[in-house]
């Protein structure tokens, strides 16, 4: 494996800062189950491109002038949502929504985490809006991309998601937060992830709005 400065694990953690670095490729193990991936890092500071098994994932940084995909967020880590993107400070910091305070767990605390409860998904009506949108790590949001929200995992993390009720799973990267109460639906704060669109069709219930899922952990190590 060729290998520079940048480290592959500056992309894993945080939002991709490759100043200066060329290529970087090597293949990795998820220590969670069975799936392999190779990831490709360009020398570009504006996206990535990796798969993890059989699943893709581009990933772009938005322009800080976009639209956040989640407006009920107040603050991250005591600071405006975008300056704290914008600093990189939103990987496990906590953040405010509606005035409640919430606190996502460690690195270490996640690469054990599981989960069982209710999935919904989200973002497809931005197809229809003229300019883009972007996540709470200020990632590029795309409801035909394999994404999704969560209220305690670090940003970014790939997890697995299992649907309970046909066995179909996808690994996702959450890349944003949620789902939080609605204020027609107050319920909903208590779904454990908001998926993207694609991923809610790969699972089979884009149909329908929500499943019953198992979420764990794609820990990945260089092999």
Request: net charge positive.
């Amino acid at each position: 494996m060729r290998k520079k400065i940048c480290w592959l694990t500056v992309v894993l953690v945080g939002l991709f800062s490759m100043t200066g670095c060329s290529v970087v490729k090597g293949t990795y193990k998820a220590v969670a189950g069975t799936v392999k991936g190779v990831y490709y890092v360009t020398s570009n500071t504006a996206k990535l491109a990796y798969n993890v098994g059989e699943f893709t994932f581009n990933v772009v940084r938005a322009p800080i002038e976009w639209s956040l995909m989640n407006e009920d967020i107040e603050t991250i880590d005591g600071l405006p949502v975008k300056e704290a993107i914008r600093l990189g400070r939103v990987k496990n910091s906590p953040y405010t929504v509606k005035g409640k305070k919430y606190y996502p767990m460690s690195v270490a605390r996640a690469r054990s985490y599981k989960e069982t409860g209710i999935a919904s998904w989200y973002g497809n009506e931005t197809l229809r809006q003229k300019d883009g949108h972007m996540t709470a790590n200020g990632e590029a949001f795309n409801p035909n991309a394999l994404s999704a929200a969560h209220k305690h995992l670090p940003l970014p993390t790939n997890v697995k998601v299992t649907n309970l009720q046909n066995g179909r799973s996808v690994i996702v990267r959450v890349n944003d937060r949620g789902p939080f109460p609605s204020d027609h639906n107050p319920a909903s704060g208590r779904r454990i992830i908001d998926l993207s669109y694609a991923a809610a069709k790969q699972l089979g219930f884009h149909g329908k709005g929500t499943a019953r899922v198992r979420v764990e952990t794609i820990e990945l190590e260089e092999v």
